[in-house]
Nanobody
Framework: QLQLVESGGGLVQAGGTLTLSCTASGSEFRLYDMDWYRQVSGNQRELVASFSSSDRVEYANCAKGRFTISRDDAKNKVQLQMTALNSSDTAVYYC?????????????WGQGTQVTVST
């Protein structure tokens, strides 16, 4: 079982940079795929970036060229560096750890961290 705690959210001006961190407690962190999601109130949660346990990295179109996901298995940590932020990036950002597929999939979520981009 994992417990995830996000940090690093806040208020930033348009064009600025923010780095979110997610630290996990628990065992076998390295076996989990780590994802960042975001959610705007009233909308569905959307996947922003993924860093799999096999080191495959993927980005949603909204993140390509601007966001960078990284992980440090020795520190049980995953980060999301966000640059060139704009108002559409305003959302609550969630860290997700998952492993397995279909009905065997297990998901753990952090509590979320608010990112607000001012114009």
């Amino acid at each position: 079982q994992l417990q995830l705690v996000e940090s690093g959210g806040g208020l930033v001006q348009a064009g600025g940079t923010l780095t979110l961190s997610c630290t996990a407690s628990g065992s076998e962190f390295r076996l989990y795929d780590m994802d960042w999601y975001r959610q705007v109130s009233g909308n569905q949660r959307e996947l922003v970036a993924s860093f799999s346990s096999s080191d495959r990295v993927e980005y949603a179109n909204c993140a390509k060229g601007r966001f960078t996901i990284s992980r440090d298995d020795a520190k049980n940590k995953v980060q999301l560096q966000m640059t060139a932020l704009n108002s559409s990036d305003t959302a609550v950002y969630y860290c997700n750890a998952n492993r397995g597929f279909g009905r065997a999939r297990v998901d753990y979520w952090g509590q979320g961290t608010q990112v607000t981009v001012s114009t």
